[in-house]
């Protein structure tokens, strides 16, 4: 007797574009290095099913069900993830440039070194999902939950991430180069040794923030909270802090030449050793 199941004889030689499988069962089904491009798998059953290195580019998987699906190395090139449901995935190493993933749960997902590069994750859920090392050049991430997010090394530059929530998410030593973080939460994250030149962090949430080694040229970080926040050794050329709240903050060896600091609070900050040739300081009242 076969233990085939009513999809495995199909699936087997998978080779013609556009196969659709929308709504199918294909819970535990071995779909490694599967050729499926253009494949219609939307509102499918895809949890715990092996689709390692398959070729899903420019597929629908919109409303899918991927948890614990197994994707590392996949091509998701284009690929229409809206909604899907993509809880503990492993997506390690997967090519999902210009994927659509806006609204999707990727709550806990593994993305270690995946391409990501202008995706769109507009209000994923991308909670304790590990990023480290991926390229999200490019990315919009607003209105985007990374909280406790792992984004060590990851590339953000020129990212679009307005609104997103990184708090207490790690992003020690990430490339978040010209990224537009306007309004982000990001409290209690790790940031040290972060490459933020050209930031936008305006009327950011940074408190209690480790930008230790950080490097914030000509960042702009108008009104943003920086209360209890960590810049120890920090370069901060011609940064504008107009407005800023910089309360209790620990600036010692911080280098801010030409920085604009008006109308910054800087009460209680210890700015011992830091460089302020330059600097445009708040008027003493």
Same mark, same amino acid.
């Given at each position: 007797?076969?233990?085939?199941?009513?999809?495995?004889?199909?699936?087997?030689?998978?080779?013609?574009?556009?196969?659709?499988?929308?709504?199918?069962?294909?819970?535990?089904?071995?779909?490694?290095?599967?050729?499926?491009?253009?494949?219609?798998?939307?509102?499918?059953?895809?949890?715990?099913?092996?689709?390692?290195?398959?070729?899903?580019?420019?597929?629908?998987?919109?409303?899918?069900?991927?948890?614990?699906?197994?994707?590392? $190395?996949?091509?998701?090139?284009?690929?229409?993830?809206?909604?899907?449901?993509?809880?503990?995935?492993?997506?390690?190493?997967?090519?999902?440039?210009?994927?659509?993933?806006?609204?999707?749960?990727?709550?806990?997902?593994?993305?270690?070194?995946?391409?990501?590069?202008?995706?769109?994750?507009?209000?994923?859920?991308?909670?304790?999902?590990?990023?480290?090392?991926?390229?999200?050049?490019?990315?919009?991430?607003?209105?985007?939950?990374?909280?406790?997010?792992?984004?060590?090394?990851?590339?953000?530059?020129?990212?679009?991430?307005?609104?997103?929530?990184?708090?207490?998410?790690?992003?020690?030593?990430?490339?978040?180069?010209?990224?537009?973080?306007?309004?982000?939460?990001?409290?209690?994250?790790?940031?040290? $040794?972060?490459?933020?030149?050209?930031?936008?962090?305006?009327?950011?949430?940074?408190?209690?923030?480790?930008?230790?080694?950080?490097?914030?040229?000509?960042?702009?970080?108008?009104?943003?909270?920086?209360?209890?926040?960590?810049?120890?050794?920090?370069?901060?050329?011609?940064?504008?802090?107009?407005?800023?709240?910089?309360?209790?903050?620990?600036?010692?060896?911080?280098?801010? $030449?030409?920085?604009?600091?008006?109308?910054?609070?800087?009460?209680?900050?210890?700015?011992? $050793?830091?460089?302020?040739?330059?600097?445009?300081?708040?008027?003493?009242?």
């Amino acid at each position: 007797m076969s233990d085939e199941g009513p999809y495995d004889a199909f699936l087997r030689d998978m080779r013609s574009r556009g196969q659709d499988l929308r709504g199918a069962n294909l819970t535990n089904a071995d779909l490694t290095g599967k050729q499926m491009c253009y494949a219609k798998l939307s509102g499918a059953d895809l949890s715990d099913a092996n689709l390692s290195d398959a070729d899903l580019s420019d597929a629908d998987l919109s409303g899918a069900k991927l948890w614990y699906t197994k994707l590392r $190395g996949a091509k998701l090139r284009r690929a229409i993830l809206t909604g899907a449901y993509m809880f503990g995935v492993d997506l390690c190493g997967a090519n999902l440039r210009g994927a659509d993933l806006s609204g999707a749960d990727l709550t806990k997902t593994a993305l270690h070194g995946a391409n990501l590069r202008d995706a769109d994750l507009s209000g994923a859920n991308l909670r304790d999902a590990n990023l480290r090392d991926a390229k999200l050049s490019g990315a919009d991430l607003s209105d985007a939950d990374l909280g406790g997010a792992d984004l060590g090394g990851a590339n953000l530059s020129g990212a679009i991430r307005a609104d997103a929530t990184l708090s207490y998410a790690d992003l020690s030593y990430a490339d978040l180069c010209g990224a537009i973080l306007t309004g982000a939460n990001l409290g209690d994250a790790d940031l040290s $040794g972060a490459y933020l030149g050209d930031a936008n962090l305006r009327g950011a949430n940074l408190r209690d923030v480790n930008l230790t080694g950080a490097n914030l040229r000509n960042a702009d970080l108008s009104g943003a909270d920086l209360r209890d926040t960590i810049l120890s050794g920090a370069k901060l050329w011609y940064a504008d802090l107009t407005g800023a709240n910089l309360l209790n903050t620990i600036l010692t060896g911080a280098d801010l $030449g030409d920085a604009n600091l008006r109308d910054v609070n800087l009460t209680g900050a210890n700015l011992t $050793g830091a460089n302020l040739t330059g600097a445009l300081m708040p008027d003493r009242g």
